[in-house]
Nanobody, 118 residues
Framework: VQLQASGGGLVQAGGSLRLSCAASGSAFRIVDMDWYRQAPGKQRELVAVITSGGTTNYAESVKGRFTISRDTAKNTAYLQMNSLKPEDTAVYYC?????????????WGRGTQVTVSS
């Protein structure tokens, strides 16, 4: 199972980016998908969660600006980020909890850099 994150880049404050996380692997079924981020010198923090039932949760710092969604058929999750601020600058990681039919596990994707200039 591999998680491939994409969509990061450099954007000015107030701009938008859309991150994607595609999961590949035979018979992989995702239960929950999350986005985390880690800024230089800081701990990795949870940004947004979406469950198999579509329930979402967000860190207080991104509520009202970020939206997490998923396409179950494509095994893909998205993070729409609007009104970006310089403090959103970080490496963003996707994270999934799922199964290939042989038990449930957690999986991490490689990060994608988001840089917001002031």
């Amino acid at each position: 199972v591999q998680l491939q994150a994409s969509g990061g880049g450099l954007v000015q404050a107030g701009g938008s980016l859309r991150l994607s996380c595609a999961a590949s692997g035979s018979a992989f079924r995702i239960v929950d998908m999350d986005w985390y981020r880690q800024a230089p010198g800081k701990q990795r923090e949870l940004v947004a969660v979406i469950t198999s039932g579509g329930t979402t949760n967000y860190a207080e710092s991104v509520k009202g600006r970020f939206t997490i969604s998923r396409d179950t058929a494509k095994n893909t999750a998205y993070l729409q980020m609007n009104s970006l601020k310089p403090e959103d600058t970080a490496v963003y990681y996707c994270h999934a909890y799922g199964t290939t039919g042989r038990g449930y596990n957690y999986y991490w994707g490689r990060g994608t850099q988001v840089t917001v200039s002031s």
